[in-house]
DNA sequence: CAGATTACATACTGACTGGTATGTTGTCAA
DNA sequence: TTGACAACATACCAGTCAGTATGTAATCTG
């Protein structure tokens, strides 16, 4: 039927078996961190094995690298500064944002945390080669989100002597914030008092 | 010479042993996490051995509660509430205290994060166990951080319609953020930036 | 089509892990 | 003083871990 160029139906396919081994480690090493996880419980979550493992990566710690620049990095991305480019206002995407993702989201897979906060506080002081790759996925995220409140003090929605570097990396902390303190204490109740504390500061900034 | 009722000088005694235990786990998984940490490793950072470790706690797991509710509780009461009795706005105490316990901290300590924090993002989701003293643990700082806002918004210091509850949520998170941002981002540059944003919005919480 | 190479699978290892079994010695009550 | 027990010390175990050695079949190249 097609099996021309695209769609090879290939049994071995380097790039797909990467990225199976890649979601799989994600979700285990979400919900049980990278120390609590071991290869065989990832590769178990797979159609694979360990030599497939060991043949796409050198070390347990390489994947974990993998891990935050190819999936957590670009998922931060994803969910966090392209849907800003749809507000006028990024401080009402921001609200937004957090509304549908964490205020909306099943309490089950809340109390999971953030997986780059996950592995920020676990692997950070661990591992050198962890620190910087998470430090980077943290200083880009502080950066684009100051990209998009420039544009907001550019558009005179934001007053004119917010600093919005420092306000863009109290965003962010905030996220983290959210995010860890929803996993220590359950009750989803403690989402609505933080966000509305976020709210009200907000309306503090706006013109 | 002083071997009266009080310095037994004995070479076995239980409370001592016990809080060199602790002591040493504390160092240790506060630097390298619960689940990276060996009881190996702990008892070699001690005089005593595993021997004496099973002695005082039938399991691993036991330790890290006796951690949750022995030493990092109180510690948490003792650097955050307790300062506060001292000053008539808590506000005020609050952004003292952070400057001094956060902003004028060794940098190489402050990597680590915070002790309470660190569990809850590791051993949350991963021990129920864990998970109800972690809880019972945030709680109790956010209810005695309440109760300092409710003083002074009787006061008059607080405008009256600022829920306290809600706030002393959100200076808790902000405590856990601040210290998770710092630990992923290593420049101390940052701190100056988080305190800026929570002056401001402290700010204009006050009459 | 043939040989080379890639993309895996299988089986294994030494080091480490939480926990146990058992021995030994301080401490204290009678 | 003397047993009894508490507070350890020592040696060990079965299971798990990251990583390796080696075999094999699919795919590519010429």
Not at 39 to 52: F, M, P, R, Y
Not at 80 to 87: D, N, S, T, V
């Amino acid at each position: 039927m097609s099996r021309k160029k695209l769609a090879p139906a290939r049994t071995r396919d380097l790039e797909r078996s990467r990225k199976e081994i890649l979601e799989a480690a994600f979700l285990e090493i979400f919900t049980r961190g990278f120390q609590g996880v071991s290869i065989d419980d990832i590769v178990g979550k797979t159609s694979l094995t360990k030599g497939a493992f060991y043949h796409h990566f050198s070390t347990k710690l390489e994947l974990g690298y993998a891990l935050v620049e190819e999936v957590i990095q670009p998922m931060i991305l994803e969910r966090w500064i392209r849907p800003l480019e749809a507000y006028k206002n990024p401080l009402v995407g921001i609200l937004k944002q957090m509304e549908k993702l964490i205020g909306e989201c099943d309490p089950a897979h809340l109390k999971l945390g953030c997986p780059l906060n996950n592995l920020v506080q676990e692997m950070a002081p661990v591992d050198k080669g962890f620190k910087t790759r998470l430090q980077h996925a943290l200083l880009l995220w502080i950066s684009e989100t100051d990209g998009h409140l420039k544009r907001a003090k550019a558009d005179g929605l934001i007053h004119s002597d917010v600093n919005t570097r420092q306000l863009a990396t109290f965003i962010v902390m905030a996220h983290e914030g959210f995010y860890g303190l929803l996993k220590g204490v359950g009750e989803p109740a403690v989402f609505a008092a933080l966000l509305g504390s976020l709210k009200r500061y907000f309306a503090t900034l706006t013109v």
